[in-house]
């Protein structure tokens, strides 16, 4: 590598500050070397440390009115290769003789009429730093590798087929950061929230183009966005599987509009429960945007994956998401039906706005918590899965909360004193008076109140909403009250019923469901807008 006298120094201006590429959309009505100069002016006057300029033209003319540092690039659209930035020696050439301090090339690991080391030489040769545009890690260490001074983020998202995603590519940020060389953050940096976020991932300096150079990519932001809001709300599918049932309805906001059941058959598989949900909705088509389920087991990247395969034999891994996409349309989403009912209660129900733990005591136990607003999944899915924390008990080994003050625990408690009864039963006793139901309710809800300040050590959630059959049945509350009441007031947690009953995971899928896709709207170019690489 080349010794750069100028690199310290250079890498040294931009550091901690904010980059402005001023590259208008092609044809488009700022697209001449007039405008150009003037955006790079007034970026310059309200304090950008550096300048990202495409074309030579511009990069002379830029040149010759500010006075911070330039990189600078060519864009060529080749029938040969995907590259676009900087393919050709001729236009790093070109670049350095029309006063780019940084030349950027594509270091994408795609094919290219240069080598990646070929252009960072040549740069070097003419006395400039090279950019490495990448799109991964292992294309940054790469190009790192081969001497590169700087490595931006810029084609992240950009060498697939598939649409760019709506927001930039921290995570990329913070791994290029552990290559040692400065890294610059670019790539649909459309927020100063997300500027300020890469700065704290590790970033040298952030680049911003079309939020602030691309009137045309801002306007269609804002236009789709108001028409989000603007459109009249049209409903959307929910489907909550369920062990032993399926529930399909059609839901706007916060009203089911019709709800339809039928029975889960756990023999029959995964694709025979879609097609059961399909069947029973069939005449719906048409009326609703998207699906949403809410279901029990895991959902991990799409996937759906048994917790207790006892309750519902799910598949390991089952496309879930593309499944529902294929059997009903786009856009699909799904979840733990736990998790779901969790943001139904926050949204609509005993929670609304405010941070909670849900817990469904029911057959078994489910739960899902919302913190700070948002609806935590986990790494895995798993969040919120309170029933499979194991619960130590004398002489025992492997016991979860679940099997000791679910529905099924109570009921096998009562079979094991010799009374044949379901917890509904077990309850109907307590009720009547009898001392054994009296027990076994008391033990389920000592197990409960055990583990339930230790969550609200972990969350502090503002109420702990409890639903289900068993956390609804009359007593259980009240009695997981004075349980708890031995506890400090500090872990002692604030506790509500439910108050959406079976339709929480409904609701709250497809509340979900909505936000996604208001949130994808409005940021996503609309067909016929300029495109985000322009
Ligand atoms: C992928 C690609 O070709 N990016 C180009 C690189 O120069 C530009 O079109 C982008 O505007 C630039 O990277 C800044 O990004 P954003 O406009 O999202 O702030």
Redesign the pocket.
């Known amino acids: 590598m080349t010794f750069q006298p100028a690199a310290t120094a250079l890498t040294e201006a931009l550091k901690g500050g904010l980059v402005v590429?001023c590259?208008p959309v092609p044809g488009g009505p700022f697209d001449d070397s007039g405008s150009v100069v003037r955006f790079a002016l007034a970026a310059q006057d309200a304090g950008a440390r550096g300048l990202?300029i495409?074309g030579v033209a511009n990069v002379a003319a830029v040149a010759a009115a500010c006075s911070i540092p330039i990189i600078g690039?060519v864009?060529r659209d080749l029938a040969e290769t995907p590259v676009?930035?900087t393919p050709w020696i001729e236009d790093v050439v070109a670049l350095a003789e029309s006063g780019a301090a940084i030349i950027?090339f594509d270091a994408t690991d795609r094919p290219r009429p240069v080598a990646v080391g070929t252009l960072i030489e040549k740069i070097h040769s003419l006395g400039c730093l090279a950019m490495a545009?990448i799109a991964t890690i292992a294309e940054a260490r790469n190009a790192s590798a081969l001497g590169a001074d700087l490595i931006g983020t810029?084609?992240s998202g950009?060498t697939d087929v598939a649409p760019p995603p709506r927001t930039p590519d921290i995570r990329l940020v913070w791994e290029a950061c552990g290559l040692g060389k400065p890294v610059l953050a670019?790539?649909?940096?459309?927020e100063p929230r997300l500027a300020a976020a890469a700065i704290r991932a590790g970033a040298a300096a952030v680049?911003?183009?079309?939020?602030i150079t691309?009137p045309e990519?801002i306007t269609r932001w804002f236009i789709d966005a108001i028409a989000v809001e603007a459109a009249p709300a049209r409903p959307v599918l929910a489907i909550d599987i369920g062990g032993s049932k399926t529930a399909v309805a059609l839901v706007l906001k916060d009203r089911i509009l019709e709800r339809r059941q039928v029975p889960t058959l756990p023999a029959d598989g995964a694709e025979a429960w879609l097609q059961a949900a399909a069947d029973v909705a069939r005449d719906w088509r048409g009326q609703y945007d998207g699906v949403a389920a809410a279901v029990t087991g895991l959902i991990r990247n799409g996937l759906w994956t048994a917790v207790n395969p006892a309750t519902l034999p799910v598949p390991a891994d089952f496309p879930l998401v593309s499944c529902l996409a294929e059997q009903f349309g786009d856009p699909a989403l799904a979840l733990n039906d736990a998790q779901a009912a969790a943001w139904g209660e926050y949204r609509f129900g005993a929670g609304r706005g405010r941070d909670l733990l849900f817990l469904t005591v029911s057959s078994g136990i489910g739960g899902g918590a919302v913190v700070g607003g948002q609806l935590l999944s986990g790494s895995g899915g798993l969040a919120g899965h309170v029933g499979q924390i194991p619960v130590p008990v004398p002489g025992k080994r492997h016991h979860r909360l679940e099997d000791l003050a679910s529905g099924f625990a109570i009921s096998a408690a009562a079979r094991a004193e010799g009374h044949d009864a379901d917890a509904k039963t077990v309850f109907a006793a307590m009720a009547a008076g009898e001392s054994w139901a009296e027990g076994i309710v008391g033990e389920a809800v000592d197990h409960l109140a055990l583990t339930l300040p230790g969550l609200q050590a972990l969350l502090d959630p503002q109420i702990m909403v409890i639903g289900g059959g068993v956390g609804l049945a009359a007593g259980f509350l009240p009695r997981l009250e004075a349980a708890l009441s031995r506890f400090p007031s500090a872990l002692k947690p604030s506790l509500a019923p439910a108050l959406l009953g079976a339709d929480a995971g409904l609701l709250g899928a497809a509340d979900l469901l909505r936000r996604r896709m208001s949130l994808e709207t409005d940021t996503t170019p609309a067909a016929g807008a300029p495109a985000?690489?322009?």
Do not use: C, F, W
């Open positions: 590429s590259q990202r495409e690039l864009k676009r930035i950027a545009d810029t084609m950009y670019e790539g649909r940096y459309n680049v911003v183009g079309s939020a691309r990519h985000p690489n322009a």
